[in-house]
Each structure stands twice: as C-alpha cells, then as structure tokens.
C-alpha cells in the first residue's frame, strides 16, 4: 500500500508557474511508473505526464514542452513543474503510482487531487 499526499496547487494568471509535489508514504523505488493526471469540471479524467522507474517520461501532447515530470527517489517525491499555464489547464491535478506486481497483476494508487485554477 501507498499513500500519495500532492501539494503545490493554488490559483495563478495566465503564463505563470506551479510547481506540484506528490510525497509517497513508503520508497517509490519499486514503483514501475509515477504521473500526474488531471480533470477538469464536466470532463473524464486524463493523462498528464508519467515518469517510469528509469527516467523515461511522457507527455500529453497539450503540455509538451510547458511541463516537466521528474521524481527524487531519495524523498519519495514526485513533481510536476508547470510553466506558461493557460486557463484550459484548470483542473483538479492527481498523483498516481504505478506498480506492476506480475503481467496480470498490478496495482495505481491515487492521491486525494490538488486544485489548479489559472485565471486569464
């Protein structure tokens, strides 16, 4: 089990920067993937970014080249660094680990979401 505490959310203008953390309760080491996902008001629940064990990373492509996933093994902690926000980025932002136990067996964590509000 992993509990997933995100912070860093908050309310900024347009063209201005957040910068998200997810702090897991145990060593993320194991952890085969960590990401970011996000959903706004009246919409279904979408990929944001993801970090694998080894550093391989991926974007949505309407965030590629404004955000940057990158996690810290050491601290447990997973972030997300946003710049150049726009409104349509307003969303509820929720941490999520990934891990694979077998091929048909796996397991996501969720944590409880942080509000990211980006006003125009």
């Known amino acids: 089990q992993v509990q997933l505490v995100e912070s860093g959310g908050g309310l900024v203008q347009a063209g201005g920067s957040l910068r998200l953390s997810c702090a897991a309760s145990?060593?993320?080491?194991?952890?085969?993937?960590m990401g970011w996902y996000r959903q706004a008001p009246g919409k279904q629940r979408e990929l944001v970014a993801t970090?694998?064990?080894?550093?391989?990373?991926n974007y949505a492509d309407s965030v590629k080249g404004r955000f940057t996933i990158s996690k810290d093994n050491a601290k447990n902690t997973a972030y997300l660094q946003m710049n150049s926000l726009k409104p349509e980025d307003t969303a509820v932002y929720y941490c999520?680990?990934?891990?694979?136990?077998?091929?048909?067996?796996?397991?996501?964590?969720w944590g409880q979401g942080t509000q990211v509000t980006v006003s125009s």
């Open positions: 145990r060593s993320i080491f194991s952890i085969n993937a």
């Open positions: 970090i694998t064990s080894g550093g391989s990373t």
């Open positions: 999520n680990a990934h891990r694979i136990v077998t091929p048909t067996l796996f397991y996501d964590y």
